[in-house]
């Protein structure tokens, strides 16, 4: 009997698409995934790039699923590309019955022609292409993918460039080179029988006010969608659009953060371009007319061109410690700054941000993580900066510190930084990492109805104060909060310095006085974590009775979650902690979470386990396991299933590394 077909996959994909950094890469990312969101599927797109500008490799993998998603999966169902080293870097990611679209005009290229692959992964390719007993060209490493069985999709790019500029009457190929990128698009979309009105609703919304380019782009793309199309009428994986009720945002991590900080009236913002956190102060410079009241920035009625919205003001300064300095002097005057930076940047805030906080300046710093030390990678993923963020400066200096683990997170804690930098008037440093940075993903609009802005105790009017009454901005008679005036408040004069000060803030070396200042300062942090809600400090997933229980932080919450559905769906009982709030710690919410778990795993991304030696310290509680990364790669669902199960069958040693990701 003949072998029935193998049983279409529809709407659960994954794609990659790669190319040298500045060849458009980013574009081809952006259309794919806005182009199955058009058709009310959901998407969530890693990015992966070098510290160069341009020629280094650089590639997206996106997810498409009519379920929500939250990380990304090791296996590849889909590769595209138009050049060489992505396909000897990706195809053995390609599942045995995925697809390759590749150019075949490369396919005698070597191996050793491609200066960029390291010689580490170069022998490793060389001892894979041996093993399938084949050589070191183009055409070997496809016929080493054909050999397990996926489908070869070779386009003709260069045939179907010319035929675009013939038609747009371009008379260099070099003009329109970009367009490449499409094409590989467009033969995927081609492959998944996708509606291609989807493919061109994005490109009309990413090129907007860009007709002709739209045009070209579309026409490129269509030849290449018929010609794959025709190739491969029975591709295993299809995509079909959706009925879509609700509203969606796409967005990446960094937009995420800034939306939160606007929301919550953030009117000035401070930075000194560094990786990856400079993506959230160019977007805040690319929206700093807002829209305040819901119905556009332009009041029609009261004549045209007049303004009705509001507006922010962002300054890259000259260095981050005019940024932290700059931030702190605006928040003097009442306004809500923040500064954004990463690791680098940040141990040069040291000094402003110990003069914010024995100052009890209201100011907001976002912390982009970043593999380090040093430069390290600039444009890689850790979590190394928590101790960091928890213990920078010298001597002791109150700060919150708030982690965020997912987009709608990171939207609440920008909102909230500002509330807690103003209630409890000292600096709110808000960690967020590159993989949560430099991520897509299509989100539910949140609800946030129930936040408000907060701005704390403030002194009102001038309150009475005279010389026989005078303001005292650092008073001790009224709990660890202080009335706190503006700058140039009329009745309120007070002093700012760098120095131990007295109530009014001059300088003092009174011992009695160091004391009451510094009782005065740390108590905050108490009234801070008693007043939090828990729903802030953490969460728990999972069923309460679990005897496993994992602890962990930032983004790899995406990732444990949708490799627990898979485990909770085959019957193992284990519980989640996500930990939010790392300064003031939960420490009675967090032991009691783990106080019954007889195996007690740790899951970050650094060396030293960072979030488990900050949970000994407060509770006393060891985690029995490890699961670390430090690559510089996030953590995949698929090598978190995997390292999980091992750790629940007893399988695994106490320290687990993961080392997946190209």
């Not at 138009?82 to 599942?95: C, I, K, M, Q, S």
Request: aromatic share 8%; with cysteine; proline share 5%.
């Amino acid at each position: 009997m003949p072998r029935s077909p193998p049983q279409k996959q529809v709407n659960d994909f994954s794609w990659m698409v790669g190319g040298p950094q500045g060849s458009g890469v980013d574009s081809a990312a952006n259309v794919f995934a806005r182009g199955c969101a058009a058709g009310g599927l959901h998407v969530f797109g890693k990015r992966e790039f070098y510290s160069n500008i341009m020629g280094e490799h650089s590639y997206f993998a996106l997810r498409a699923h009519s379920n929500p998603v939250r990380s990304h999966i090791d296996a590849v169902n889909l590769l595209a590309t138009f050049e060489a080293e992505t396909l000897f870097r990706h195809a053995r990611e390609v599942t045995d019955d995925g697809a390759i679209v590749y150019d075949p005009s490369l396919a005698k290229t070597r191996l050793s022609d491609i200066p960029t692959i390291e010689k580490r992964l170069a022998a490793e390719l060389k001892t894979y292409l041996i093993s399938h007993g084949v050589g070191e060209t183009l055409d070997d490493m496809l016929a080493a993918s054909k050999q397990r069985g996926v489908t070869l999709v070779p386009i003709p790019f260069r045939d179907l460039l010319e035929q675009v500029a013939d038609e747009f009457q371009i008379d260099q190929l070099s003009k329109i080179s970009r367009v490449v990128n499409m094409l590989a698009l467009g033969a995927s979309f081609g492959l998944l029988d996708y509606d291609f009105g989807m493919m061109r609703t994005a490109l009309e919304d990413v090129f907007r006010a860009k007709a002709k380019v739209v045009d070209m782009n579309a026409a490129g793309a269509r030849k290449a969608y018929d010609i794959a199309r025709s190739l491969v009428p029975d591709f295993r994986y299809r995509l079909e659009k959706i009925p879509r009720q609700d509203p969606r945002m796409f967005l990446t991590g960094s937009q995420a953060t800034a939306l939160g900080k606007l929301y919550a009236g953030m009117r000035f913002q401070t930075y000194y371009p560094i990786t990856p956190a400079s993506d959230e102060s160019e977007f805040l410079e690319e929206n700093e007319i807002l829209d305040v009241d819901g119905h556009g920035v332009l009041d029609t009625a009261a004549g045209a061109g007049q303004e009705k919205g509001g507006s922010i003001l962002v300054v890259q300064t000259e260095d981050e410690i005019a940024a932290v300095t700059m931030a702190t002097g605006a928040a003097l005057t009442g306004t809500r700054s923040a500064t954004a930076t990463s690791g680098p940047g940040f141990s040069l805030m040291m000094e402003g941000i110990g003069w914010a906080s024995i100052n009890e300046v209201p100011l907001v710093i976002t912390l982009y993580q970043r593999a380090g030390p040093s430069t390290g990678m600039p444009t890689r993923h850790e979590q190394g900066d928590l101790r960091f963020a928890l213990h920078a400066g010298h001597g002791e200096s109150p700060r919150i510190v708030l982690a965020s683990g997912d987009f709608e997170e990171c939207i609440r804690d920008g909102f909230l930084s500002f509330n807690y930098a103003e209630r409890y008037q000292m600096p709110v440093i808000h960690l967020v990492d590159k993989a949560l940075a430099n991520s897509y993903a299509t989100i539910a609009p949140p609800d946030l109805s129930e936040l408000r802005i907060d701005r704390g105790v403030v002194a009102d009017g001038n309150n009475g104060y005279s010389q026989d009454n005078p303001y005292k901005r650092f008073d001790l008679g009224n709990g660890p909060i202080s009335p706190r005036a503006i700058l140039g408040q009329e009745s309120t004069i007070f002093w700012n310095t760098g120095d131990e000060h007295d109530e009014r803030g001059h300088i003092t070396e009174d011992p009695v006085l160091r004391n009451a200042m510094m009782e005065k300062r740390f108590n905050k942090l108490d009234l801070a974590a008693r007043e939090i809600p828990e729903d802030v400090k953490l969460r728990y997933f999972g069923p309460k009775d679990a005897t496993t229980v994992i602890v962990s932080w930032g983004s790899t919450k995406g990732a444990l979650l949708d490799a627990l559905d898979r485990l909770w769906a085959e019957g193992a009982k284990i519980g989640y902690l996500h930990v939010r709030l790392i300064n003031p710690f939960p420490v009675e919410e967090v032991r009691a979470a783990l106080a019954k778990a007889r195996r007690r795993i740790d899951v970050e991304m650094n060396f030293g386990a960072q979030l488990a030696g900050v949970v000994r310290e407060h509770t006393g509680i060891a985690m029995t396991h490890l699961i670390l990364k430090y690559n510089g790669r996030p953590m995949s669902n698929t090598e978190l299933y995997d390292a999980i199960r091992a750790v629940v069958r007893g399988k695994a040693d106490k320290r687990t590394v993961l080392t997946r990701g190209a």
